[in-house]
């Protein structure tokens, strides 16, 4: 910025300047002003850093179909996490232990996931990462299927885990 005319030395002249951070940086901003006038001959400046940190909350949401199942045919899960923000989520990973009613079918992560899941038939848990980055807005899912024991009743209750190596999550 230029102003025009002299400036009394007790008068101070201010700028402000509002920048947005994007969801992916990380490390330190530095801002430097320098200002120089004609009665000198070298500018003066000052610097400011200021660290950058990181925030990520995952949304968990699962949803089971149908509903009722029933004994001896197939139940679909389908389990989510949405990155509210503001900043990527890191290393995301979902959770998902099957019920001991159950066995398992198969299971499918979206776009760049990888799951770890128990043999054909047996129950345990199912576990998908997606490493790198996850954008705010960004959901992760995964589609489980299993079968339920012909032997089976009850109710079955599963509890879906979302993480990230960003903090928080809840």
Do not use: E, H, K
């Amino acid at each position: 910025c230029t102003w025009s005319g002299a400036t009394a030395p007790t008068v101070t002249r201010s700028v402000d300047v509002v920048a947005q951070v994007p969801s992916s940086a990380s490390g330190a901003l530095t801002a430097t002003v320098s200002a120089n006038a004609v009665s000198y001959s070298t500018p003066l400046s000052a610097s400011a850093t200021t660290p950058i940190t990181t925030s990520a909350t995952l949304q968990p949401g699962l949803t089971a179909t149908p509903t009722p199942v029933v004994a001896g045919s197939n139940v679909s899960w389908a389990a989510s996490a949405r990155n509210t923000g503001p900043s990527d989520a890191q290393g995301v990973v979902l959770s998902l232990p099957l019920p001991p009613a159950t066995g398992f079918v198969s299971a499918t992560a979206s776009t760049g996931g990888s799951c770890a899941a128990p043999a054909v038939g047996a129950t345990g848990t199912v576990l998908c990462v997606w490493s790198g980055a996850t954008a705010p807005a960004v959901t992760r899912s995964i589609d489980v299927v299993a079968q339920v024991l012909p032997s089976a009743t009850g109710t079955l209750a599963v509890t879906l885990s979302a993480s990230s190596t960003t903090s928080p999550t809840p």
